[in-house]
């Protein structure tokens, strides 16, 4: 049985939010990579929704090396940062969903699935996907979601991604749909040597001190050090090895963090809201907060209520 108690310390980013509607006959292959790195970290998560798309991956030489033949109701995998070949000889649609997925924000995920892959989803889960992937085109488009034909159909990096509506209601429900897709497709993998490694190798440790934080963000260094059974000199080396950063410094993102998100979906006072994320007074809450964001917590919450 696959553990997923790692779920909760993975960050999903959304790039874009596509309906591919294509004509019979059209064909698109792109063998040079855009020369943007962080737009090649994306993998394009698809729900295919007619027959005859087929999608090869092509060698430097512009010849196939592995092509599939995608069916509906299936889930096809893209990474970013590979040359492909698609062609609809019969038309085809097909929703497209941009995405990064890393564990404690260092650790890419999608290569764990194999991607590029097919995933071939039960009934229950192949219904909550394709009411998430509809869900998220109504967020991101509104009722009547525009079709991206052969001509608009360019890298990502290439066109100004969907920009949400600022309310945070549409920014939380569009990450939860997507957290769904994604939960599902790793649920539907879960069984590959790839993921069962992963989930062996993360320290337990770790997911304890990282779950505490979670739960209690005014948590110190050394209460994680003594959560983790280390000594503080040993426990601030093993947490920069494993997340790249010295605990004080993820402390202090993680607070700010979770400070914004209160903001965004509480009326909790300011004074309140420093308190409970580990601050030690408003001034000094208020003035790092601008120094981050760019605004004070007042402005930034009325700009969260008013978008």
């Given amino acids: 049985m696959a553990d997923f108690s790692f779920f909760p310390h993975i960050s999903l980013d959304i790039s874009w939010v596509n309906l591919h509607r294509w004509t019979p006959g059209s064909v698109d ?11 090649l970290t994306h993998c394009a998560v698809w729900l295919v929704r007619s027959p005859g798309i087929e999608v090869s991956e092509m060698s430097p030489q ?6 599939w033949q995608l069916q509906p109701d299936e889930i096809f995998l893209w990474p970013m940062d590979r040359p492909r070949r698609i062609c609809t000889p019969q038309g085809g649609e097909w929703i497209s969903v941009g995405m990064m997925a890393h564990l404690f924000r260092r650790i890419d995920l999608f290569p764990l699935l194999k991607a590029p892959r097919r995933i071939a989803l039960k009934n229950g889960q192949l219904d909550l996907v394709k009411s998430s992937f509809d869900q ?81 963000p005014a948590l110190k260094v050394t209460e994680m050090s003594g959560i983790a059974g280390f000594s503080h000199a040993q426990f601030r080396r093993l947490f920069i090895k494993w997340m790249g950063q010295p605990p004080q410094q993820y402390l202090h993102s993680n607070r700010l963090e979770r400070a914004r998100q209160l903001l965004e979906s509480t009326d909790w006072a300011i004074a309140d809201i420093s308190h409970q994320v580990g ?29």
């Fill in 62 to 67: 512009g010849t196939p090396q592995r092509t």
């Fill in 136 to 216: 998220l085109l109504l967020l991101m488009h509104g009722l009547k979601p525009p079709a991206i034909d052969l001509q608009q159909a360019r890298h990502p990096s290439e066109r100004p991604a969907p920009v949400f509506s600022a309310r945070a209601f549409s920014r939380w429900t569009a990450q939860a749909l997507a957290e769904s897709i994604f939960g599902i497709c790793w649920m539907a993998c879960a069984d590959s040597h790839e993921t069962q490694l992963m989930e062996q190798e993360i320290p337990s440790w770790l997911m304890q001190v990282l779950t505490e934080v979670n739960r209690r």
């Fill in 29 to 39: 292959e792109r063998r040079h990579l855009h020369t943007d790195a962080s737009a």
């Fill in 279 to 307: 601050f030690a007074s408003s001034s000094h809450f208020a003035r790092t907060f601008r120094q981050t964001f760019g605004n004070t917590p007042e402005q930034y919450r009325r700009s969260a209520q008013d978008g």
